[in-house]
């Protein structure tokens, strides 16, 4: 098999066509999908779970999936800057695009809401990092306005090359499974742009290849669920701060998403979406961040429901690396104990 060549090289007929001078790539996508047996021994009988881990993308998340096609065109178009507003990862995969394809780059983050290791990135790679007293709405409000007077390219996912280049997970998942169709996806809701991307990725898929489209079903965090809700959240809350997001952009796409696949969007706690992220990290060996997990909350919610009756095959994406928010590990994990360097300290310590 030939080395992998990112994904506006693997997908060409599926992606908007970029000159070859101006593809911006870090190899991104060709994700692993990790089959999840003592997850699925918790959520239903019989499922098959499988998780797509994004987080082993380059810079830690799917959006770069969308990003080599953004940077990729916005470089194509002769453009000097590119600007998003971002909860985290979407700066730090725009802040290491820009700075291989040799763009500005600058990102508007909410204030104090940002995981650290995100925030690392986006400074690493040089960025100019704007933080906004508001939220993540706001800031995406500020951004699109700037955006529309032309002053720079925005990259977030209202930017219809973010899409396109998501959709790709729809056609690595299938090929990794064999040519079959999962019959249920779950993923994190947030901004909405990877639900509307994933679905419109199997629907192309199905279109040229026959075989069906799962049933998606997002979940959004219970202090941050717009969708769920019917009504905008002025002040959204959760720890999964990649998903606190009060106004999805994408929310129509959304909606069509749930309703043309015959999925779902629903809800889960905070104290359910870090039971899904432990579990991840305790029963798998996969370490997430928390937003990450809510697909997996979503599934373990539903299963005693009877709401999977029926499926054989589920895939989860899991959206980010678990290293992107190392506070939280630390703080939901066991505490670390101290020991004198002495051999019988350490023996009564580990052997009790
Ligand atoms: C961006 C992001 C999400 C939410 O994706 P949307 O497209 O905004 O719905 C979820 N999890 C992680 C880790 C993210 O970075």
Sequence with gaps: MSAWRGLLREFPDLLPSVPDASVVTLLEGNTPLIPAPALAGRIAPGLEVYLKFEGMNPTGSFKDRGMTVAVSRAHASGAKVVLCASTGNTSASAAAYAARAGLRCAVVIPDGQIALGKLAQAMVHGA??????GNFDRALELV???GEEGAAVV?????????EGQKTIAFEIVRQLGGRVPDVHALPVGNAGNITATWKGYLERSARDGGGTPRM???????????VRGARVL????????????????WAGA???RDRSRGLIDMVSDDEIVAAYRALADLEGVFVEPASAAGVAGLLKLGPTGALEGARTAVCTLTGHGLKDPERAV???????TVGADVAELRRALLG
Aim: cysteine-free; proline content about 9%; glycine content about 6%.
């Design 128 to 133: 100019r990092v704007l933080a906004v007293r």
């Design 144 to 146: 699109r306005e700037l």
């Design 155 to 163: 990259v977030n996912s209202i930017n219809p090359d973010r899409i």
């Design 217 to 227: 079903m997002g979940f959004q965090a219970e202090g941050a669920a717009p969708i």
């Design 235 to 250: 002040e959204p809350k959760t720890l999964a701060t990649a998903i606190k997001i009060g106004n999805p952009a994408s």
């Design 255 to 257: 909606l069509d998403a």
């Design 331 to 337: 703080q939901v994990s066991p505490k670390v104990e």
